[in-house]
């Protein structure tokens, strides 16, 4: 029987690599716990304290009512080439299908018409 991986320890092509991770019904039968446990009146009395604390200046506060009112922030990062200076996307993409192989071509409905 081939190996199912690679040397460098990933799934080889042609392999679906697993079962994947399973189902959320531990997660699911917590939320479900708490959900019976917090009432909508409950959890807008937790609502209106951290607004109170957010407006008093509490970091905490403010940064729990943006996550939930606009997620969490997203940072940019800085793609350098080697020699210091910006990576042109092409040659991002050269290299993803160098790793991982060009075998996203059926997934691409803009190239056909």
Do not use: C
């Not at 080889?12 to 994947?20: A, Q, R, S, Y």
């Not at 793609?79 to 996307?89: E, H, S, W």
């Amino acid at each position: 029987m081939a190996s199912q991986r690679d040397e460098n320890g990933r799934f080889v092509k042609g392999h679906d690599g697993g079962p994947g991770r399973p189902k959320r019904s531990t997660e699911e039968k917590y939320l479900a716990a708490l959900s019976r446990r917090v009432t909508i009146r409950d959890w807008e009395k937790i609502v209106d304290v951290a607004v109170a604390r957010a407006k008093t200046g509490d970091a905490t506060a403010r940064t729990w009512l943006s996550d939930y009112l606009m997620g969490k922030p997203v940072q940019r990062q800085e793609v350098t080439g080697a020699g210091g200076g910006p990576v042109q996307i092409q040659n991002i993409e050269r290299a993803l299908e160098r790793a991982y192989g060009d075998d996203n071509d059926s997934d691409d409905s803009s190239s056909t018409g």
